[in-house]
């Protein structure tokens, strides 16, 4: 899968090498802004911990 996205990139390889890389961080932040606090909400109630809290 990697190759194929690599190899239908346009331009020589060390420009293909720059797109992949911004590619890749496009990705990353697309996950980190909108996909993973989208999912906690659905996770928090599984990894809720009680341990140290003092029940009054």
Sequence with gaps: MYA???RNLPG???FRII???ILIAAIVLLLMV????WLNQY????TDSTIGQSTS
């Design 19 to 21: 797109e992949a890389l």
């Design 12 to 14: 020589p390889v060390w």
């Design 4 to 6: 194929w996205i690599f």
């Design 34 to 37: 909108y996909v993973f606090p």
């Design 43 to 46: 996770i928090s109630p599984f």
